[in-house]
Structures are given as C-alpha cells and as structure tokens.
C-alpha cells in the first residue's frame, strides 16, 4: 500500500532535473553491458503461461490469460483485472536471486491503456505504513514514476515525470539509481533525478519480484495495456546509453515518437487541444505592463466555493473542483484578444496591442469558457443552448446552432434563466469539426455533437452519460469530455489518429502559485492571489514578477505578449517592449433617455404602482412588450428583479441589449429574439411577476392568457393583462400539493407530505445556490428543510436560506449564532413553518421570522423551569395557532461541527437520546404561554414528541435519573430500562387525556413516534444479541388508538442487517402514506397490521444513510444519487445520476415540486455537480 506521507514527503518531479549532474558518458564499453534480467513477451518466447528469460535464467510467469495484439510489435496483452489479481511472476523468494544492490536501472517498453492511481510495470516493493522497501517502476494515474528505498533512508522516493503520459501508446521508460541519485528517462530523455536517496538499496526480506503490477504483501493493482519487453541491471544506465537504446528500437514501436501540436499564437484554452499550456514561442523576461481592461461586471462563475472540510475522511482546506468561468480566460491569434464574459453575456474582441474594444457580441446567457479560434471565426457555446460562429474580424454572426431547437424550454439555472440544455464545454476544433457537449444532467439528456465548422451544419450527435463542464479535450486520439466535480468524465468520440502527443506538463511550482501554469520556451508562468510570476524552466528559479488585482486563474501567450485574467473581472497585458501602460476602464452607467421628462415620469410611477400592487420585488420578471425598454428599466431600479424582455424584432432586440449594458444591467435585464404571441419557451411556474410596455399607456398585455398563466409562479405570481383589477391575475396555489413544514412533513411526524403531484417523470426546474460553504456538513444529519407557501426554508451552518421553491431566487438569508443542530433524529427539528412566519429556536428563545423578509418579528421565551434554572428551547412545532415547545438543559442539544460530534451523534449504536423536561405552548397571535406540562417522573425523548388529532403524544420515562441528568441527554436503555409511560395531552390545555404503558422498553438505539388517523406508531430499534457477525437489526413496532390508548397491534422485524452499523441502518423513520405504514423494509395496513406482501421494495441494503420522504405517490431517498420509488407502479429511477442528497432527509416533495436543497456538504466523492435543485414532474 502506497500512504500519503510516502507521497508528500518523497514525490520528486523533474523540476530538479537541472541540480544534478547527470553522467552522460556513453563508451562501447558501458554498452557492452548486458542486462542482469531481461523478458520479451512475445509469443516466439512463449511456453504456456512462461515466457523463457532472455538473460539471467529467471523465467516468468502470468496467471492471467495469454494473448497477443494483432498490431505490432504484437506484445503481450494485459487486462488490468485487479480482482483476479493478474501479474507476472518472476519469483516470491528474495533469497535465491542475485539481485541489484549498490546500483540498478530498470527499462520497459510499456503501453498504458487505462489509468490507475498506482500502477506497476516491474518491481520488488514493500510500502506499508512506515515500512517502505524495495523499488518500483511504475505510474501513477497518467505519471510514469520510479520508487527507490536505499539502506541509508529506508523510505522510498517516488520519482515522477513532470509530464503525462497518453493512453494506447508506446513509451520507453528507464528508472535509474547509481548509490547516490535516482533518475527516470522517458522515450530517451531525462524527465527527473533526485539526490534524496544514497547507500545500497534495502530491500524487504521477502516479497514478490513482480511484472506487470504494483505488487506488495497486501496490496496488487493489475496493469492494463501492453508489455513488450522489461530489463534489469545492476548498474545506472547513462542519459546517452538509454537516448540510444530508444533510437535503437523506436521503429518497432509504432507511433512512439511525440508529436508537437503545430498551433500558431493561443487559439483555444490552455493553446490547442491537448490543453498543454506551452507554447513554443519565446517570451524574454523581464515583461512590462502593455495595458489593462477593467471589464464592467466581475466573472459570475456557477458554483459557489466548496465546504472547508469533510469531517470523516479528514480532508481540511477543500479546494474547488470546477473553476473553468472564475476569470476571463483570453485566445489571442497575436493582433486580437478575445475572450467571453459570464457576466454580462457577450464575447468580446480587443486590439491586443492597445486593449481597446474592437467588437462585442451578444448572447442570451452567461458564456462561461473562453472562445475557440479557427481561420477567421470564433466558435463559443452559452449558457442559452447555443453554439455560435462569429467572423474573427467584426464580429458577425456567421451562424449558430442549438441542439433542442426542436423542444426548447428554458429553466432558471445558477440565478439565471438558460436552456435546459447549456452548453458548458468548449468548442473543439479538429479537421474541421467543431465538438462540443449541451446539458448538464445525464438523466435529463447530455449530448456531444459535431458540426461542420464552415456551415454549422450537425454531422453527428448522440447521447453520453456524463455532466459535460470544462474544456473538451484531445486524449490519446480520442475526444475527452470533463464531467465537472468528476474528474473521470468520460470519452466520447475517436478522432482522427495523429500520433502520441508530448504529454502535458504537471506544475511544480511553489504552492502561491495554485490558479494557472503555462509555459513558453525555456520559461514557465504561475498564476497566484494578486501576482503572476515568471520561472526559469530548468532550474525553477524566479526570473520575473508582477502584480494584479484578484486571483490570476487565466494565463495566455502570443505574439510576444502574456496575457493575465483575474476572478475581479481584470484583463492585463504584458509586453517585452517597455511603454507607458494604459488603462481601458467601461464608461460610466448611462441611464435610458426618455422623450420628455413626463414620460419619464409616467415609467417610473408605473413600475413603482406595478410592483406595489403585485407585492413582488424578487425573483423573475417577464417582460413581453417591450417599447424602448423604459418599464424593464425602471422596474430593474426599483426592485431585485431579474428581467427577461421578450422581442420579436431582431434590429429592436440589439438595440435593447446595448441600452441595457450602457446603463450597467447586461446580466439582469437580458432581452430574448422571441415571439411574445406565441408559446413561450420556458418552463412552467418560472416567473414571478408578468407584464407589458403597453400597460403604461392603458393598453392590454399580447400574448395568450393561458400561456402567460402557465408560466406564472403559483401562489403569488402576478401577471398584469391590463390595468383594470379585473385583468390582474394573481395565480393561486396548485391543488393537491402538499407541504413540508416539519422535519418530518408534519407535527404528525408522518414524512409524508401528502403531495398528489409529485411522482413519475421529472423535468429540471431550476439549480444553483445555496451551495455547499455555509451549510452543515452532511455527515452530521441535521434537520430537513421545509416548504411553506411557495417558499422553501433551509437550514445552513447557524443560518436560514429562503428561497422561491418555484424558481430558486434567494430570498434572504438570516444568520443565527448557535442555532446548529446535528444528530437531529436523535432529537428534533429547531424550525417549523407556519403562514407568513418560519419559526427558528436557538437557545431559551423561538423567533418568529417573517417568511418574506427573514426578521424577526417576535420572540417566545422558553417558560420558567420547576427548578428556576435556565432551560433551553428544544421541541418547535406550529399547529392550528399554537406554537409548541419543550425545554431542555442547556447544551443538551448536539451543536459540534467536527469527526467527533460525527462519532457522537449521527452515527452507530447506543447513542444517547436529547430530552426534554417539559413541553408547554403559546398562543401564537398574542404570544401569550397557553400552558406547560412538567414531566415529574423521567424525561421525554424529543424524537418521540407528536402531535396530531388535537393531542400531543410522548415517551416519558419513569427513571427519575434521566431527568435529573444535567446532560439533557441520556440512552435509551437508561430512558427506558425501568419502564416509560406513553402520555397524550390536550394539545390546548396541556391536560394528560390518558397514560399507558409505553410497550417499547426494549428499545436501544431510536424510538420515534407518529400520528395519522387515530392511530400512534411507535417504533424502536435494536439489537438482536451482541455477536458482531450474527446478531441483526431488529425494529420493534407498535400501534395504538389515539382515543383510548389502548394497543391496536406491534410486531418485530429483522432488518437482516449488521449490528453497528455506520449507514443508518439502525436509525430508519417510519413513513405513513394514506392508510398504510412503511417500516423500510416492509409495509404494513396501518388499521391491522396486515403485512403488505409484493408490495415491490426488493432494494435490500440501500447505498445511503438517509432515510425516505414520501408523497402522496412516492418515495424519495438516496441510493447513492437521488432516487424515487413509485408506489403504484413500483418503479425504481433516479432522480439524477450527477449529485447525491444529504445523509437524513432533504429531499422535499412538496408545492407540486420535488425539492433537493444542498445537503451533501464536505462530500469529497466524485459526484460531478453539487447544489440545490428542483424538479418539475411532467406527467
């Protein structure tokens, strides 16, 4: 096994390369040499599974099946199937073989197919915790490497090629080490060397002598590829002996010989289509500033920052994972920079000698990767579905192409409003095919497409599992496509075959320099916070620097000029001619003109009455006449709204768009060329508020009424088809929804939300923020988030997001010191939603946020305890107008944000349950205390706390311990083991309606309750004995009439699951939906007991620690991604197969809506997007 120390403390790269003195010295003599070991695996020298030595003696042996590749050298053919653990074997006894000591090299002619993080091709090797012995040539992912462990360091140095290699090629690599320095050699020349090692090597007192694997006592990771033919000597071989050995027998290998990217300037991110980075221009230093561009609007880039850190596999310090629109990154063909702008969605074009503005292009949605450069035209793809073709020298459209145009639909996507289907690649331009990738969401249709780069014309196009983000890239011959978060991505097409191509460079430079590595001859270029440096190639030495405003993320070379983007929207230029460098800042904001001042006027008081009257100030505003922009204009300075101006007219829709960008609101006012008449393109429920120029002088809005109502938001979205209130249409909610507005949908704890529209298909409806840096860490299992009125309330770290649940706009965000809370299910929830409030307890207090604006407009105060001492607020819930509570010791509630309230919390058996000492209520309108019931015998357990059928319903405990605990906290063996009562009391008076015996006491690890149709459910877990390897999960369940409290039915179940476990499995609510209870795995009527049989749930183990929401119709829950499981049809799909939900419950179907609010914070997995989504169902 290969530890991280080994890594940090021991990777050397080629960057050393230039501090050693390296023997070239190449005499007949030296040559003379031959090899201690060498193997061809051909099949003249094939006996079987053996291949006979060609020297030293010590034939070869695979365990693996024989086969030969039809092309040549026709190798021997490796199928990298680890599990059946192929390799080589040479020997498994050390003692019998001469092996090297004071020196070795090491020679294989290799071909890689696939990557792997470690790879071996030969070696004798033992790397297990601090033990580290032996050598190794090998890879890591797409990195030759050589590992030596000497006697006097007895810790491998893992050597590396600064350089990737392409996979399904040839390459020559020679590891060396002469007693005092190792070096590694690829296709003849030296790549790194390192003094770090000295003294003979030390080898392992036994381990196996391996081809073709990374081979030690616990650890074999399989190659996959070809191997021609391994040597081993026992001495260095010289850099002039290994280059004549390549040249030797490069012949037989075809394509071995690198090809350099024949590209002029820098047409295409990072310079051509292997994204190398190096241009073969020189660049001397030092530079001086030629000019900066100050663009009118920073990069709005689509995902926010990532979590700090993930808790359980304590990785700290996260860096993001996708940062392709962080900054305006430049092409440049050496008279012109061009480069496009998330911001305010155009491409620009600037003399690149002066920095001026030569042109500028308009889309309708954010650009986010930099232009494609190609005889005379600039290709881009947007965020509004379109690939475009724009003449070089004026910026003309030439054409432009979208893959749905035959089913266009529109959604709001990281705060705007784009295609269902953007495009977030870049276009890649080989033999005159443009390829490029439209949507993001696998599930909701990817496609990689190829046009005719002349014409536009589609050539090809098919569907591919993969969220296609970032630069489209050449790989080994074939077309790459990055998937966002996942750095696997996926191979879409096979282009036409060049040659292997010369690797791209991996960064060594210094750690301040994270955001962008290029290179020009003999010079390398680092990108850090507020500077650009320039470093010598060979030797790493500083030799240049200048200073910038923002993170450099973007560096590009041509025509003799670097070019530096920053995150703050700055575009520098640097020459090797000094000059007196200039500043191009935008032109002050230059507000619309207006005929008269009493048009003026007669705009203004109109958008003001229009938004006064609507209640609307945020979200999304559909414009669909339009007139000179005045209305869209004014409403832009009066409220928050973001604005769509739909515009038949193209000659009109140009002229909008540069009033709009002169007055500063390109990005916020966007004008669509669409027909306003006839049927929109965007998807339902998206707008808040609709109206028309033509309002402003008493006239009537165009369009069909039920098209705009379609669009329209419900339950307050306003569209204004004339000035007279009869022609106001205030939309109102959609029937059958359901809501969420408890941790588990209700008081009634039920977790359904009794949603009839939720189920079947689903259609993205809108993503984007909150994302993961301010919320709770996943593994903490916090609370749900809730919906109430169209609004959707989500709990972040010691802070509330309110959001439209419609459209995604962010509402508010309210920021509240210690109201975190994890373990939750071991608890209870500290938010409830009611109308027009959402009410949030932290400490010995309950506010009572207004859901609209975030403040608090009252404050309850957790009622005095018997004891006098401070309680704090635990238990929130809002039913009819009462708002019920419950107090707890102060700290009881969980609150720690690390591994170890992960520990103590969220995971595993016997945790201790939160407790309360007594519950009470208000009257919510007069925030008058109503009553409070004082628990004398033993405390409640929160989790059990329920209310429904005008009755709140709890475990007390008759262990007068428990309460007396200062904790607040207790097992359940200890709530429990001397017997509970299960108590109702009048939900209004606080008055106990009846007290039984609690049934559940064997319960260990959870005990829920919940209500529906006069029925109780109590459910508890536990063990079935303490054998790790036999005992089972055993849930225990219990039903009672809520009237008399009399025991209706119980049953136990075997949840056939490992004890301890650490997904969950002992922590699982039960669901009601309708008349039917659902202990996952099985199904019960609720009345009888009746086991439901066949009822279609054969998942088994889910792959996920959360536990299920549910419908009307459906079950929500994570198996792995998102998923729903239809009741009636029994089917299983996954909502996405990009990101993964949260580890309790996030998943919300509620408002017509399936709701996925960020949850999976501090995930470090290879999920490729993490943010906040809604969708739509479609059948």
Same mark, same amino acid.
């Given at each position: 096994?290969?530890?991280?120390?080994?890594?940090?403390?021991?990777?050397?790269?080629?960057?050393?390369?230039?501090?050693?003195?390296?023997?070239?010295?190449?005499?007949?003599?030296?040559?003379?040499?031959?090899?201690?070991?060498?193997?061809?695996?051909?099949?003249?020298?094939?006996?079987?599974?053996?291949?006979?030595?060609?020297?030293?003696?010590?034939?070869?042996?695979?365990?693996?099946?024989?086969?030969?590749?039809?092309?040549?050298?026709?190798?021997?053919?490796?199928?990298?199937?680890?599990?059946?653990?192929?390799?080589?074997?040479?020997?498994?006894?050390?003692?019998?073989?001469?092996?090297?000591?004071?020196?070795?090299?090491?020679?294989?002619?290799?071909?890689?197919?696939?990557?792997?993080?470690?790879?071996?091709?030969?070696?004798?090797?033992?790397?297990?915790?601090?033990?580290?012995?032996?050598?190794?040539?090998?890879?890591?992912?797409?990195?030759?490497?050589?590992?030596?462990?000497?006697?006097?360091?007895?810790?491998?140095?893992?050597?590396?090629?600064?350089?990737?290699?392409?996979?399904?090629?040839?390459?020559?690599?020679?590891?060396?080490?002469?007693?005092?320095?190792?070096?590694?050699?690829?296709?003849?020349?030296?790549?790194?060397?390192?003094?770090?090692?000295?003294?003979?090597?030390?080898?392992?007192?036994?381990?196996?002598?391996?081809?073709?694997?990374?081979?030690?006592?616990?650890?074999?990771?399989?190659?996959?590829?070809?191997?021609?033919?391994?040597?081993?000597?026992?001495?260095?071989?010289?850099?002039?002996?290994?280059?004549?050995?390549?040249?030797?027998?490069?012949?037989?290998?075809?394509?071995?010989?690198?090809?350099?990217?024949?590209?002029?300037?820098?047409?295409?991110?990072?310079?051509?289509?292997?994204?190398?980075?190096?241009?073969?221009?020189?660049?001397?230093?030092?530079?001086?500033?030629?000019?900066?561009?100050?663009?009118?609007?920073?990069?709005?880039?689509?995902?926010?920052?990532?979590?700090?850190?993930?808790?359980?596999?304590?990785?700290?310090?996260?860096?993001?994972?996708?940062?392709?629109?962080?900054?305006?990154?430049?092409?440049?063909?050496?008279?012109?920079?061009?480069?496009?702008?998330?911001?305010?969605?155009?491409?620009?074009?600037?003399?690149?000698?002066?920095?001026?503005?030569?042109?500028?292009?308009?889309?309708?949605?954010?650009?986010?990767?930099?232009?494609?450069?190609?005889?005379?035209? /600039?290709? =881009? #793809?947007?965020? *509004? @579905?379109? $690939?475009?073709?724009?003449?070089?020298?004026? &910026?003309?459209?030439? +054409?432009?192409?979208?893959?749905?145009?035959?089913?266009?639909?529109?959604?709001?996507?990281?705060?705007?409003?784009?295609?269902?289907?953007?495009?977030?690649?870049?276009?890649?331009?080989?033999?005159?095919?443009?390829?490029?990738?439209?949507?993001?969401?696998?599930?909701?249709?990817?496609?990689?497409?190829?046009?005719?780069?002349?014409?536009?014309?589609?050539?090809?196009?098919?569907?591919?599992?993969?969220?296609?983000?970032?630069?489209?890239?050449?790989?080994?011959?074939?077309?790459?496509?990055?998937?966002?978060?996942?750095?696997?991505?996926?191979?879409?097409?096979?282009?036409?075959?060049?040659?292997?191509?010369?690797?791209?460079?991996?960064?060594?430079?210094?750690?301040?320099?994270?955001?962008?590595?290029?290179?020009?001859?003999? /010079?390398? =270029? #680092?990108?850090? *916070? @507020?500077? $650009?440096?320039?470093?010598?190639?060979?030797? &790493?030495?500083?030799? +240049?620097?200048?200073?910038?405003?923002?993170?450099?993320?973007?560096?590009?070379?041509?025509?003799?000029?670097?070019?530096?983007?920053?995150?703050?929207?700055?575009?520098?230029?640097?020459?090797?001619?000094?000059?007196?460098?200039?500043?191009?800042?935008?032109?002050?904001?230059?507000?619309?003109?207006?005929?008269?001042?009493?048009?003026?006027?007669?705009?203004?008081?109109?958008?003001?009455?229009?938004?006064?009257?609507?209640?609307?100030?945020?979200?999304?505003?559909?414009?669909?006449?339009?007139?000179?922009?005045?209305?869209?204009?004014?409403?832009?300075?009066?409220?928050?709204?973001?604005?769509?101006?739909?515009?038949?007219?193209?000659?009109?829709?140009?002229?909008?768009?540069?009033?709009?960008?002169?007055?500063?609101?390109?990005?916020?006012?966007?004008?669509?060329?669409?027909?306003?008449?006839?049927?929109?393109?965007?998807?339902?429920?998206?707008?808040?508020?609709?109206?028309?120029?033509?309002?402003?002088?008493?006239?009537?809005?165009?369009?069909?009424?039920?098209?705009?109502?379609?669009?329209?938001?419900?339950?307050?979205?306003?569209?204004?088809?004339?000035?007279?209130?009869?022609?106001?249409?205030?939309?109102?909610?959609?029937?059958?929804?359901?809501?969420?507005?408890?941790?588990?949908?209700?008081?009634?704890?039920?977790?359904?939300?009794?949603?009839?529209?939720?189920?079947?298909?689903?259609?993205?409806?809108?993503?984007?923020?909150?994302?993961?840096?301010?919320?709770?860490?996943?593994?903490?299992?916090?609370?749900?988030?809730?919906?109430?009125?169209?609004?959707?309330?989500?709990?972040?770290?010691?802070?509330?997001?309110?959001?439209?649940?419609?459209?995604?706009?962010?509402?508010?965000?309210?920021?509240?010191?210690?109201?975190?809370?994890?373990?939750?299910?071991?608890?209870?929830?500290?938010?409830?939603?009611?109308?027009?409030?959402?009410?949030?307890?932290?400490?010995?207090?309950?506010?009572?946020?207004?859901?609209?604006?975030?403040?608090?407009?009252?404050?309850?105060?957790?009622?005095?305890?018997?004891?006098?001492?401070?309680?704090?607020?635990?238990?929130?819930?809002?039913?009819?107008?009462?708002?019920?509570?419950?107090?707890?010791?102060?700290?009881?509630?969980?609150?720690?944000?690390?591994?170890?309230?992960?520990?103590?919390?969220?995971?595993?058996?016997?945790?201790?349950?939160?407790?309360?000492?007594?519950?009470?209520?208000?009257?919510?309108?007069?925030?008058?205390?109503?009553?409070?019931?004082?628990?004398?015998?033993?405390?409640?357990?929160?989790?059990?706390?329920?209310?429904?059928?005008?009755?709140?319903?709890?475990?007390?405990?008759?262990?007068?311990?428990?309460?007396?605990?200062?904790?607040?906290?207790?097992?359940?063996?200890?709530?429990?083991?001397?017997?509970?009562?299960?108590?109702?009391?009048?939900?209004?008076?606080?008055?106990?309606?009846?007290?039984?015996?609690?049934?559940?006491?064997?319960?260990?690890?959870?005990?829920?309750?919940?209500?529906?149709?006069?029925?109780?459910?109590?459910?508890?877990?536990?063990?079935?004995?303490?054998?790790?390897?036999?005992?089972?999960?055993?849930?225990?369940?219990?039903?009672?009439?809520?009237?008399?409290?009399?025991?209706?039915?119980?049953?136990?179940?075997?949840?056939?699951?490992?004890?301890?476990?650490?997904?969950?499995?002992?922590?699982?609510?039960?669901?009601?939906?309708?008349?039917?209870?659902?202990?996952?795995?099985?199904?019960?009527?609720?009345?009888?007991?009746?086991?439901?049989?066949?009822?279609?749930?054969?998942?088994?183990?889910?792959?996920?620690?959360?536990?299920?929401?549910?419908?009307?119709?459906?079950?929500?829950?994570?198996?792995?991604?998102?998923?729903?499981?239809?009741?009636?049809?029994?089917?299983?799909?996954?909502?996405?197969?990009?990101?993964?939900?949260?580890?309790?419950?996030?998943?919300?179907?509620?408002?017509?809506?399936?709701?996925?609010?960020?949850?999976?914070?501090?995930?470090?997995?290879?999920?490729?997007?993490?943010?906040?989504?809604?969708?739509?169902?479609?059948?």
């Amino acid at each position: 096994m290969m530890p991280a120390r080994s890594l940090r403390r021991s990777f050397n790269s080629g960057a050393a390369v230039a501090l050693l003195t390296i023997a070239t010295a190449f005499s007949p003599a030296n040559a003379a040499d031959g090899p201690l070991f060498r193997w061809q695996f051909r099949q003249n020298l094939a006996d079987g599974k053996t291949f006979k030595a060609v020297a030293g003696g010590k034939n070869a042996t695979t365990n693996g099946p024989v086969r030969f590749s039809k092309t040549i050298p026709h190798a021997l053919l490796l199928d990298g199937d680890s599990k059946a653990r192929r390799h080589i074997a040479v020997a498994t006894d050390l003692k019998q073989l001469k092996l090297p000591q004071r020196a070795i090299s090491v020679e294989a002619w290799v071909l890689v197919d696939k990557p792997a993080e470690w790879g071996g091709i030969c070696g004798i090797i033992q790397d297990n915790g601090d033990y580290e012995r032996g050598w190794l040539l090998g890879h890591r992912n797409s990195q030759f490497c050589f590992a030596v462990s000497s006697s006097t360091k007895k810790r491998l140095t893992y050597l590396t090629d600064p350089r990737s290699f392409e996979f399904g090629y040839w390459y020559h690599v020679v590891g060396t080490y002469d007693g005092k320095q190792m070096t590694l050699h690829v296709d003849g020349k030296l790549r790194a060397a390192s003094k770090e090692q000295s003294g003979d090597i030390a080898y392992p007192p036994n381990a196996p002598f391996t081809i073709g694997a990374y081979h030690d006592d616990n650890e074999l990771y399989s190659l996959a590829g070809q191997i021609e033919q391994v040597s081993v000597y026992d001495r260095s071989l010289s850099t002039a002996e290994i280059g004549a050995r390549f040249k030797a027998r490069l012949r037989e290998f075809p394509e071995i010989e690198a090809v350099t990217p024949q590209v002029a300037d820098w047409p295409t991110y990072l310079r051509d289509n292997q994204r190398s980075g190096i241009s073969t221009d020189k660049l001397n230093a030092p530079l001086h500033a030629a000019w900066v561009y100050r663009s009118r609007h920073p990069p709005q880039p689509a995902w926010p920052a990532p979590a700090k850190q993930n808790f359980w596999h304590k990785k700290y310090n996260l860096k993001p994972r996708v940062i392709y629109d962080r900054a305006y990154h430049v092409v440049s063909d050496g008279n012109a920079a061009y480069f496009a702008s998330s911001a305010d969605d155009k491409v620009y074009c600037l003399d690149a000698t002066t920095g001026g503005e030569k042109w500028s292009f308009f889309t309708e949605g954010p650009v986010r990767l930099a232009p494609t450069l190609h005889v005379g035209k /600039v290709l =881009f #793809g947007s965020d *509004d @579905g379109h $690939v475009y073709c724009l003449n070089s020298a004026n &910026g003309s459209l030439m +054409w432009k192409y979208r893959h749905d145009a035959a089913e266009e639909r529109q959604i709001a996507g990281n705060g705007r409003v784009i295609s269902s289907m953007p495009v977030r690649t870049g276009v890649l331009v080989d033999e005159n095919i443009a390829y490029f990738c439209a949507g993001l969401f696998p599930n909701q249709a990817v496609y990689q497409v190829a046009l005719d780069v002349k014409t536009g014309k589609k050539l090809a196009s098919g569907k591919i599992n993969v969220s296609a983000q970032g630069y489209l890239e050449r790989r080994s011959g074939k077309l790459f496509v990055p998937g966002g978060r996942d750095p696997a991505g996926a191979f879409a097409s096979q282009l036409k075959r060049r040659g292997k191509g010369i690797g791209k460079e991996i960064s060594k430079l210094p750690e301040e320099y994270p955001y962008a590595f290029i290179g020009a001859a003999g /010079v390398r =270029f #680092g990108g850090g *916070d @507020g500077k $650009v440096t320039a470093f010598r190639a060979d030797d &790493g030495k500083e030799i +240049w620097t200048a200073k910038v405003t923002g993170k450099a993320y973007g560096l590009s070379i041509a025509g003799g000029r670097l070019f530096v983007s920053t995150d703050a929207g700055l575009v520098y230029c640097f020459g090797q001619q000094e000059q007196l460098p200039r500043e191009i800042s935008p032109a002050a904001n230059k507000p619309l003109v207006y005929a008269s001042e009493q048009l003026a006027t007669q705009y203004k008081t109109t958008a003001q009455e229009l938004l006064a009257e609507s209640k609307v100030r945020q979200g999304f505003c559909l414009v669909l006449e339009n007139g000179n922009g005045h209305l869209a204009y004014e409403l832009a300075r009066h409220s928050d709204l973001k604005i769509v101006c739909v515009e038949a007219n193209a000659e009109k829709v140009t002229t909008l768009r540069r009033r709009f960008d002169a007055a500063g609101l390109s990005g916020r006012v966007v004008v669509h060329h669409r027909s306003p008449t006839g049927k929109l393109p965007y998807t339902d429920y998206l707008f808040n508020l609709i109206v028309g120029d033509s309002l402003v002088s008493g006239g009537k809005l165009p369009g069909d009424r039920d098209e705009i109502t379609r669009v329209l938001r419900p339950g307050g979205g306003v569209a204004f088809l004339g000035v007279k209130k009869s022609e106001i249409v205030r939309r109102p909610s959609l029937k059958g929804i359901g809501e969420w507005t408890h941790m588990y949908a209700n008081a009634a704890n039920t977790v359904c939300s009794t949603d009839t529209r939720v189920r079947g298909k689903m259609a993205m409806q809108w993503f984007g923020r909150p994302g993961p840096r301010q919320m709770i860490d996943r593994h903490h299992r916090t609370v749900a988030p809730l919906w109430k009125d169209g609004r959707l309330f989500i709990p972040g770290d010691n802070r509330i997001y309110a959001a439209d649940a419609y459209n995604g706009t962010p509402l508010w965000t309210v920021e509240i010191p210690n109201s975190r809370r994890v373990g939750a299910f071991r608890d209870c929830s500290y938010m409830a939603a009611g109308t027009g409030f959402v009410y949030v307890a932290v400490d010995d207090k309950c506010m009572a946020l207004n859901a609209e604006t975030g403040y608090a407009e009252t404050t309850f105060r957790v009622p005095m305890a018997k004891d006098g001492k401070k309680r704090e607020w635990g238990y929130v819930a809002n039913v009819e107008k009462l708002l019920i509570g419950s107090g707890v010791k102060p700290g009881a509630s969980r609150r720690g944000h690390s591994l170890a309230a992960i520990h103590d919390a969220a995971y595993f058996d016997f945790r201790h349950a939160v407790t309360s000492d007594f519950v009470f209520a208000f009257d919510q309108s007069k925030a008058a205390h109503q009553w409070t019931y004082h628990s004398d015998q033993g405390a409640i357990p929160n989790s059990t706390i329920t209310v429904g059928g005008g009755k709140m319903f709890f475990v007390e405990s008759r262990n007068a311990e428990t309460i007396n605990n200062p904790k607040g906290r207790a097992p359940l063996t200890q709530l429990l083991g001397k017997g509970a009562d299960l108590v109702a009391i009048d939900m209004h008076t606080g008055k106990v309606a009846w007290r039984i015996d609690a049934k559940c006491t064997a319960a260990e690890h959870n005990l829920y309750c919940s209500y529906a149709d006069d029925k109780l459910v109590v459910v508890g877990s536990r063990n079935s004995g303490s054998n790790k390897e036999t005992a089972r999960v055993l849930f225990d369940v219990f039903v009672f009439d809520t009237k008399s409290g009399k025991p209706v039915w119980n049953t136990t179940q075997n949840q056939a699951t490992k004890i301890n476990g650490d997904h969950g499995e002992q922590d699982l609510h039960p669901i009601i939906v309708g008349n039917k209870l659902y202990c996952e795995p099985f199904a019960y009527e609720l009345q009888t007991g009746k086991k439901i049989a066949n009822w279609g749930w054969d998942l088994g183990k889910r792959r996920g620690c959360g536990t299920i929401s549910a419908s009307a119709s459906a079950f929500f829950f994570r198996q792995s991604n998102p998923t729903m499981f239809d009741l009636t049809t029994h089917s299983r799909t996954p909502v996405t197969t990009s990101t993964r939900p949260g580890c309790w419950i996030n998943i919300i179907p509620a408002g017509g809506l399936l709701l996925i609010p960020e949850a999976s914070s501090g995930c470090t997995c290879d999920y490729a997007v993490q943010t906040s989504l809604a969708f739509l169902p479609v059948e």
